[in-house]
């Protein structure tokens, strides 16, 4: 393959993820609080959430695994679909059930949805470039999704604030426009995502059987690698700090504004700026990377400074504590996941990758579906308050293990921005250059 295709495979890469995630951050300002305003309470909201994660948790594995066989485009289509059904079911619903359907799917479309895209961009770049900077275009698509979450967030709150029929529900325009911007996103992921995947030679091939090999391959590398098993570990304990961020800022914003509607245009606003300066976090992780001596330090000091932006919502009262602490935690949640994840990437091979991706996803809902139900009961008994406090603690305690990480050799070729301190990632490069 030439350069031309390199630069194409990250083209369509960085258009199909902007598509993705905007219906995505037309959510965010108004999905708890559309729950709260239909009747649930906060530990109702908290349990749904964890119905989510379970249903990622039972499902994560399998649909990697699918993934890894069959291919990225068929998963993602049907993931697609699913999102669809979800939003469609939560747009006009009254009654719990159907918000217990609606968060049941809404999980599954999580499990297939994480890993194929970008194991479709790694594996791609690497087939044009056997020595892709792939951490260079993880960075670019979070930049993207960043924009895309932002800008996507402001859109909702400002469609919250539109006239609708009275026969409607409350806050059910956003959930209409994401609807239908989600049906544009499976229109490009049908063109744009190319895709040559050989079937197996031999009339036994069977995808259910093949994708259970590749499981059970993928959970020997566990076994076999500590680096893995920490990176695992990691997103155990951030799916339980992240959770209680997304359960608990807008409604803590609503309570501090003290009205609906003003603070879920607040949220939006915050959330928008959020994810812009998170992609800034996202574009400048090269960097850190360069000033901490590796990408393993840069982890480090990224999931400290989340939980940092999480207590910062806590020590300061008011709305400002919140802004300012919501703010600190996405400046920095962009530079650490481009580093979790290369290190994810540079650990495994293209064999396993979705479904390696699915291991972190799923390690990470598993944490999600724990601490929903548990921080929900904690917010609604002690306040929001605790629960933001709690969450901080949780994204800390994962710093640490990072160390384990940077324990032994990588499972693909470095990029230049990749070829960093020997000594702590355990790789046989010449340390980073200077700026």
């Not at 607040?266 to 959330?271: I, K, P």
Request: proline fraction near 4%; charged fraction near 15%; charge should be neutral.
């Amino acid at each position: 393959m030439s350069l031309d295709d390199a630069r194409r495979v990250r083209r369509r890469f960085i258009v199909l993820s902007a598509t993705r995630w905007f219906p995505v951050g037309l959510l965010i300002p108004v999905l708890t609080v559309l729950l709260q305003e239909r009747g649930m309470t906060v530990a109702t909201i908290g349990l749904l959430s964890g119905l989510s994660s379970a249903m990622v948790v039972l499902f994560e594995l399998p649909t990697g695994g699918l993934a890894d066989t069959i291919g990225r485009r068929p998963v993602l289509l049907v993931a697609g679909l699913l999102s669809l059904l979800s939003m469609s079911l939560i747009s006009f619903s009254e009654a719990t059930w159907l918000f217990v359907l609606a968060w049941a799917i809404e999980g599954v479309y999580r499990a297939l949805d994480s890993g194929p895209l970008e194991s479709w961009f790694v594996d791609a770049a690497q087939a044009a470039d056997v020595d892709a900077d792939i951490e260079s275009g993880l960075a670019a698509e979070s930049v993207v999704i960043s924009a895309a979450l932002g800008g996507g967030a402001l859109l909702g709150g400002v469609l919250a604030l539109v006239p609708t029929p009275s026969a409607w529900p409350a806050l059910a325009l956003p959930i209409v426009v994401a609807i239908v911007l989600r049906i544009v996103d499976l229109a490009f992921l049908w063109h744009l995502l190319d895709e040559s995947r050989a079937r197996p030679a031999g009339s036994g091939w069977s995808p259910i059987r093949d994708s259970a090999r590749t499981i059970r391959d993928a959970i020997g590398l566990l076994r076999v690698s500590g680096a893995l098993c920490a990176l695992a570990a990691i997103e155990l304990f951030w799916g339980a700090g992240m959770t209680g961020v997304e359960i608990l800022s807008g409604l803590r914003m609503v309570d501090l504004v003290g009205d609906t509607e003003q603070g879920v245009l607040a949220y939006a606003v915050t959330a928008a700026v959020a994810w812009g300066v998170s992609g800034a976090g996202a574009a400048v992780a090269p960097w850190v990377a360069r000033r901490t001596g590796s990408w393993v330090r840069a982890a480090i000091v990224a999931r400290i400074a989340q939980g940092v932006g999480v207590a910062l919502a806590v020590v300061i009262a008011g709305p400002i504590g919140l802004v300012l602490g919501y703010l600190g935690f996405y400046l920095v949640h962009g530079t650490a996941n481009v580093a979790h994840y290369g290190l994810v990437h540079r650990h495994t091979t293209a064999a396993h990758r979705a479904t390696m991706v699915s291991v972190n996803s799923l390690t990470s809902r598993l944490g999600g579906m724990v601490a929903a139900p548990a921080l929900g009961a904690l917010a609604g008994g002690q306040g929001l308050v605790a629960g933001f406090a709690v969450s901080a603690v949780l994204l800390v305690l994962s710093a640490p293990l990072y160390l384990f990480a940077s324990r032994g050799r990588t499972a693909e070729p470095l990029g230049p921005v990749a070829q960093i301190d020997t000594q702590l990632v355990g790789l046989d490069h010449t340390k980073l250059g200077a700026e």
